[in-house]
């Protein structure tokens, strides 16, 4: 076989039948458009304005929110208002105005905004982590914690912190990971459908302004709905006449009628979510209400005051986001080829041009450093906690 | 025999890559979710620099993060503002956290130049790495591993081709 294989050796014959010549100069010769790093993120999300807005990619019913708001609020405008501002106050429209202003914008902001996603391991981050949890340091032998969770002691609270198989961390407190964005979340409330984004540390205020403003909104057209009504079906006319002079009006008052409960309601518990500086999250899973029968849990994070805990969700400092969306690329990442595969099946065809490629100098692909970690990483695999 | 010699040359590079390795400290969540770094000197890296000196500029990298997220009258003032104009604000201003978040660069440059530089060690800002490490890595080493791990495959590429299948 040997002999066959040597007597086939001609480095001219040879060089036409390989579809690729192995001496390629540089990997990567012709330009590439550089690309920004959201065109590369691993989660289930959308972009939009090259990377400025952030979305999941479900927007879910958006559009339906949306497309209630407008219409509710433009029917009240075009048919309410005028009947209003004749009979009562020209201060209607206008507050009304406002309030559908703060909506609306506090919607797209909820929408638009990064949520506090927490940016995936670099494979050396996520190497040295399970290294330490192979050699977990001053770990005594008698008991030995399951692996993948982590204890701290917060304001003389245990807290166990999860590691995320998705981004390879150990989530902070408070984080969780979502599986429709498939990202994890700081101080994760809930995935809201009804702005189609997750609702995080760094959108909550938005939310919030959102839910209290169309409460608002929606009890303000409720309560201006009825007045016209009312108005109209005064002098004899009856509440049928009232309805025929203006139709839009019936509308409103069914959307406003079975909107304004659900809204009102969920305005309430996110008060009291906010005055007791709790998540969504973390009140339906009970962490802190000691349901498994433990007098002493209660919320490490809670100031015990309700005005700081209102202004530190609320009036805090507004974090950065740490997902780096506009930035580039670096370019020699996109280089991952192995160099030892491709350059042996060249090797065994042709002699004279690989011995020749190594003593001239020619510059292999570059075998990227981390090479000599992944063999750690490979062997470990625990079962999940 | 070639492989002999390529996995005896792969022991040495991973015995002088342990060094080369990053290093990273991780966030301290004993304070709740505020960004604060473990102060605890690791190993690798008692023999490049000063245990005082680390120790320092990662108590001042807290001192930095904890003057960004405290909760006082600066934070208020900037929180009501930003809700009476629908936080529409923040697309204009400079907020608080980012201001300080410049110094903090600026303060990881300069240490760089000043004290890690010198002792062949660069550390990295964490907001790089979204906030969860402080990464410290060898700045010679890293060189050196990739140049030895080129001429061992040279090597060996060459040797493959030598002996027959």
């Known amino acids: ?15 036409t039948p390989t579809p690729t010549p192995p001496p390629r100069p540089l990997p990567e010769h012709k330009p590439r458009r550089a690309r920004r790093r959201w065109e590369v993120f691993p989660g289930k999300n959308r972009f939009c304005c090259d990377g400025r807005m952030i979305a999941a990619r479900q927007s879910g019913v958006l559009p339906l929110t949306l497309g209630l708001i407008l219409l509710t609020s433009g029917l009240f405008f075009i048919f309410d208002c ?5 009979h009562l106050t020209s201060c209607i429209p206008a507050i009304g105005g406002v309030l559908f202003v703060f909506v609306i914008i506090s919607l797209l902001q909820t929408s638009f905004t ?23 340091t001053g770990s005594s032998s008698s008991y030995r914690p399951p692996p993948r969770t982590k204890e701290v002691v917060i304001n003389q609270q245990v807290v166990k912190l999860k590691y995320c198989f998705t981004c390879k961390i150990f989530r902070p407190p408070r984080t969780s990971h979502c599986s429709l964005c498939d990202n994890c979340v700081e101080r994760f409330d809930h995935h809201c459908p009804w702005v189609g984004n997750c609702v995080g540390k760094r959108n909550y205020r938005f939310f919030y302004t959102f839910i209290i403003s169309l409460s608002f909104l929606t009890a303000f057209i409720f309560g201006c709905v009825t007045t016209h009504l009312t108005l109209r079906s005064q002098g004899g006319n009856g509440l049928v006449f009232a309805l025929q002079a203006s139709p839009a009006s019936a509308l409103e008052l069914v959307v406003c009628f079975f909107s304004v409960w659900s809204i009102l ?18 009140d339906i899973k009970g962490s802190w209400s000691g349901k498994s029968g433990n007098e002493d849990v209660g919320n490490p994070y809670s100031y015990n005051s309700i005005i700081k805990n209102c202004c530190s969700v609320l ?31 060249a090797a065994k065809n042709d002699i004279n041009m690989v011995g020749r490629a190594v003593t001239s100098g020619r510059p292999l692909p570059r075998p990227p450093v981390i090479t000599l970690q992944q063999p750690a990483i490979s062997i470990q695999s625990h079962s999940t906690a | 025999m070639t492989t002999e010699l390529f996995l005896h040359n792969l022991q040495e590079l991973r015995h002088s890559a342990s060094l080369a390795n990053k290093v990273f400290i991780q966030r301290d969540y004993t304070d709740g979710t505020v960004c604060k770094f473990q102060t605890k000197f690791p190993s690798e890296l008692e023999s490049r620099i000063e245990r005082t000196l680390f120790e320092d500029t990662v108590k001042t990298l807290n001192n930095y993060y904890a003057e960004a997220e405290k909760i006082g009258g600066q934070s208020y003032l900037e929180g009501c503002l930003a809700c009476l ?3 529409l604000i923040f697309l204009c201003i400079e907020t ?10 600026r303060y990881i440059q300069e240490q760089n130049e000043k004290v ?28 050196c591993v990739c140049e030895c791990m080129w001429s061992v495959e040279a090597a060996c590429s060459s040797e493959a081709v030598v002996s027959p299948p």
């Open chain 1, 1 to 15: 076989m040997k002999n066959h294989e040597y007597q086939q050796i001609d480095p001219q014959a040879l060089v």
């Open chain 1, 82 to 86: 005028p009947f209003l501002v004749k």
């Open chain 1, 114 to 136: 990064d949520p506090g996603i927490l940016p995936r391991a670099t494979p050396e981050e996520a190497a040295d982590i399970e290294k330490q949890i192979d050699n977990p």
């Open chain 1, 265 to 282: 309601g969920l305005s309430g518990f996110h008060t009291y979510l906010v005055a007791t500086n709790l998540t969504t999250n973390e």
């Open chain 1, 315 to 345: 009036c805090g400092p507004m974090p950065p986001s740490l997902i780096d969306r506009r930035g580039f690329v670096p370019s020699d990442d996109s280089v991952q080829t192995s160099p030892v595969e491709i350059e042996l099946p």
């Open chain 2, 85 to 87: 104009t629908i936080y």
């Open chain 2, 96 to 105: 608080r956290y980012e201001k300080v978040l410049k110094n903090i660069s």
């Open chain 2, 116 to 143: 890690y530089a010198p002792r062949g060690l660069l550390i990295t800002d964490p907001i790089q790495r979204g906030m969860r490490v402080v990464s410290l890595q060898s700045l010679q080493t890293s060189v």
